[in-house]
């Protein structure tokens, strides 16, 4: 492991696909995958909280095992129908997703960040100035 965790922190590093603004999933080649995802959320502290990483099983489902250091990985193993403790927690993803890259598509679907809507002139702005 003195060989292969080094080798697989930095490809890992190189291999995070971000979900939103604070969840992304890593891919674990080679190594320890805890200490790597560990190591990672050190490194990426401040901008991603929960850290995934996907696994498929032998029966084609596909499970998330979720990595958080305040405590946010339960709370996303939850909206996932998962659970497990506030910093270490998983879940099995439904059956209808077989692969990865699947896998990816439906948790960007569940965790996207919606967009700030702005009003370019709100009706507000029109009648600031009018005295009724």
Known sequence: RQIENPIGLDWSRENITPINDEIAVVEIAVGNGNLIVHQLLKEFEGKYGV?????????????????????QALK?????????????????????????????????????????????????????????
């Open 76 to 132: 996303v193993a939850h909206k996932l129908g998962g659970g497990g403790h506030p910093n270490a927690a998983g879940a099995t993803l439904p059956k209808s997703v077989r692969s990865i890259n699947e896998a990816i598509t439906y948790l960007e679907a569940i965790f996207k960040t919606e967009p700030v809507h702005t009003q370019i002139n709100p009706l507000d702005d029109l009648f600031k100035g009018l005295k009724f």
């Open 51 to 71: 850290l995934m990483t996907l696994y498929r099983k032998s029966n084609a489902s596909v499970v998330v095992s979720m990595r958080s250091r305040q405590g």
